[in-house]
């Protein structure tokens, strides 16, 4: 084995097939997308020539509501970190803990996440729905007939429904790296904080989620980095409406390329999240970096 990862020759033989694959797939579209966002294109005719005039139009203009959707996603992020990243971290350090049952429900989080998004939006759409939805039988059934809503169509709710369809459905991913995280820690560090007197909770404070940081660095940047390229459960639960309360750069991209037809203005938007999505993670693993070096 030794000889073989000091040979060139075969370690060029098996990393240059995944290299080629990801050139083709990732970098090549990304240097596309940065030339297409230079032009003004409908996607058939010749393109025009425009530098930077589609960037501009993005955060200067902001006719379609640009800046409007860079605000729900960084919602979506804040919440995510705050409120799914949390919750799954408690279940995780539960779970790990050894209660009965533990491959159970080890098994049934993680069920949403295999589940097809779009029969996600639809189940969530039939939960919300204003006329038969469980949610509002629920609250008439209950007697609160005055807080029932159409909470899909309704523009101070809609984000709020979308995120909680988003958080059922990934909190057993998030939950699952954790669990693995605080499985890989050895016995015998929390033997010896058993001997010195610590209990449960200070060792979960004190023992488990300090050497987890590794993983937590993980979960963070993959909570904000996915609300940032959310788009399929909110494209099919609502579209991004209503009055673009739900909107978010991927949805607007999408829009504004194929139903627009302005490639070039779309093709910006996509370097944008490509750009945010890189700088937030950078971010993220400085600051979890200067935190274990602190």
């Known amino acids: 084995m030794e000889r073989l990862l000091r040979d060139k020759k075969a370690i060029f033989l098996f990393t240059f097939p995944t290299f080629l694959l990801f050139t083709v797939i990732v970098v090549l ?5 940065i030339h297409y966002s ?3 294109w409908d996607g058939f005719s010749q393109g025009t020539f425009v530098g930077l005039a589609n960037y501009k139009s993005l955060f200067v203009n902001n006719t379609d509501g640009f800046l409007q959707s860079i605000i729900n996603s960084l919602i979506l992020a804040l919440i995510s970190v705050g409120i799914q990243l949390p919750i799954s971290l408690l279940l995780a350090l539960i779970i790990a803990r050894g209660v009965r049952g533990e491959n159970f429900f080890r098994t049934v989080y993680f069920i949403p996440v295999i589940i097809s998004t779009v029969v996600i939006g639809q189940l969530w759409m039939k939960i919300y729905n204003s006329d038969y939805g469980m949610l509002n039988t629920v609250l008439r059934a209950a007697g609160l007939d005055q807080y029932t809503k159409p909470w899909l169509a309704d523009t101070h709710t809609a984000l709020a429904a979308v995120f909680i369809a988003m958080l059922w459905q990934y909190i057993g991913y998030h939950m699952l790296l954790m669990y693995a995280g605080a499985k890989s820690i050895s016995p015998d560090i929390y033997e010896a904080a058993r001997i010195d007197g610590a209990s449960e909770a200070q060792m979960a404070l004190h023992v488990t989620i300090p050497l987890m940081k590794p993983i937590l660095c993980v979960c963070v940047i ?5 609300s940032f390229k959310a788009f399929d459960l909110i494209y099919v639960m609502t579209g991004g ?3 673009h309360s739900t909107e978010v750069p991927t949805t607007l991209m999408y829009t504004t390329i194929f139903s627009r037809y302005q490639y070039g203005y779309g093709s910006a938007m996509a370097i944008f999240i490509i750009a945010e999505c890189l700088i937030f993670t950078l971010v ?3 600051l979890f970096h200067q935190n274990a070096e602190g």
């Open 241 to 243: 409406g209503p009055l």
């Open 38 to 40: 230079t032009l003004e």
């Open 222 to 226: 993959f909570a904000v980095t996915g």
């Open 29 to 33: 579209p990304i240097f596309f997308s």
């Open 284 to 286: 993220i693993q400085k």
